[in-house]
């Protein structure tokens, strides 16, 4: 009894200290006013544990606790050594934000090795952020255990370096799993599934995710595609076996739910599923926000959007209301006497867009600038695109 009360002690204790380092890394850096108390410290905060203070208390007075300076003097080095080696504010936060313990890392001895690994195998620094950004538990797991067998591993399977590394920076997880018992057992469920042999390599280089899935729901995910009418020759089905493999059954309801709750028939989630998997990977708000947008202030119908669900993956903040803004102005002003196709607007590169209607009219129209960056934006956009 008192053995299981001493662990559930100092599992509690991990967790404030991670909760404690992070908020003091939000203090420090992200300008947040946090009270600090400090006659309180983490070792009293834990000896109060036996004094009757429940674990959903001693939680939440955590949320309010600082650890004392000399407790955290790595915490600077560890912020510094992100920003010394490439990695942006918003990639730090990041960092932090998905791993607090890691403000309690060593840099010499667990940042440091796990870097200098990456680069070693072939990733530039900026490849490393994004790869530790989205993985950031490579900075935790160790270099002769996990990763060194996991990329020897990827490197025999995938037939190259080249392969393997390019297998890591779309699916930066796989490092985390040991390659060499799944593969086998992946291969032979999609066999079974039918993949021709000569596509199999080619299916797991495009989609290396897969690699870390159940083969059991691999297998279940495989024959519900086939029943859906999918080719499992194309493109979209390797698209949206990942998609359904990825996410769980209950969370895959949950979105459908939320597209039938927007006024999409049965045949148009398919149809958009069909065309566009990675739709079913954007949260229920995401998929709220995006198609009220494109029926309540574009007045595109439903229909229409289920039959160009590309729309649907475009940013709303990034891309879709910057564009749509700059399209508004150009057609209120009278620059422009119609707009083409949605498609012409949204899927056309950053580049081409910039020549075509901002850099182009510019002098003319000193709000341009503004639109595009999002400062400018309208409850209703009037100007008329040809497909409605």
Known sequence: MLQSLYKCQRNLCTKIRKTSLF???????????????ENKTLINLCRRKSCGLSKKNLSSEAKVLQLDTAKCSNVSAVIEFFQNHGFSSTQTKKLIRLRPNLLASKVDKTLKPKLKFLQSIGFSEDECSKILCCNPNILLSSIEKQLTPSFDCLKIFMGSEVQAMAAIKRSPRIFNYNISRSWKKTVQVLHQVGIPDS??????????????????KMNKVGLRLKEMGFDVTSPAFRAAFSAMSMVSQSKMERKLETY???????????NIFKLQPTCMFYSEDNIRAIVAFYVDRLH?????????????????ERR???????????????????????????VVSEKEFLQKYVTKYEAEVPDLQAAYRGELTFNEYSFHLNEI
Request: glycine share 4%.
């Open 23 to 37: 908020l003091q890394y939000v203090s420090t850096s992200c300008g947040s006013n946090i009270t600090t108390d």
């Open 199 to 216: 596509q199999v390599p080619e299916f797991i280089s495009k989609a290396p995710i897969i690699l870390t899935i159940n083969p059991q």
């Open 260 to 270: 039938r709750s927007m006024g999409f028939s049965d045949g148009e989630i398919l």
């Open 300 to 316: 595109l119908s439903l229909s229409h959007l289920s039959q160009r669900p590309v729309f649907l993956l475009r940013s709303l």
């Open 320 to 346: 879709v209301i910057p564009r749509c803004s700059v399209m508004e102005v150009l057609w209120s002003r009278g620059i422009i006497s119609k707009v083409c196709k949605l498609s012409s607007i949204l």
